[in-house]
């Protein structure tokens, strides 16, 4: 059971960081196409957006797995912690 949930956790934070990164570059997809095809703008306006869409990304996902391997150093030390005071 405990593998089981251990999988669940990292399948969790797998699909947790590549929506952190999969959703700020459709946005810039999606701003980008309306700003060139409804907008009238000038296509390297897409471009633009495209890229800063991925920097974002980038910056939201390494963010996100800072914060949750942190997250898993506190949760290994508290089930250390209490294993040693259950011995």
């Known amino acids: 059971?405990?593998?089981?949930m251990n999988s669940m956790y990292a399948l969790n934070i797998i699909l947790q960081a590549f929506w952190s990164l999969l959703l700020p570059i459709g946005a810039g997809v999606l701003f980008g196409w309306l700003l060139t095809e409804r907008g009238g703008m000038e296509s390297y306006v897409f471009v633009i957006l495209i890229v800063l869409g991925v920097?974002?990304?980038?910056?939201?996902m390494i963010r996100f797995l800072i914060s949750a391997l942190a997250g898993l150093e506190r949760l290994e030390k508290e089930q250390s912690e209490k294993n040693d005071f259950q011995k």
């Not at 059971?1 to 089981?4: E, V």
């Open 55 to 60: 920097f974002a990304g980038l910056v939201s």
């Open 1 to 4: 059971m405990k593998h089981f």
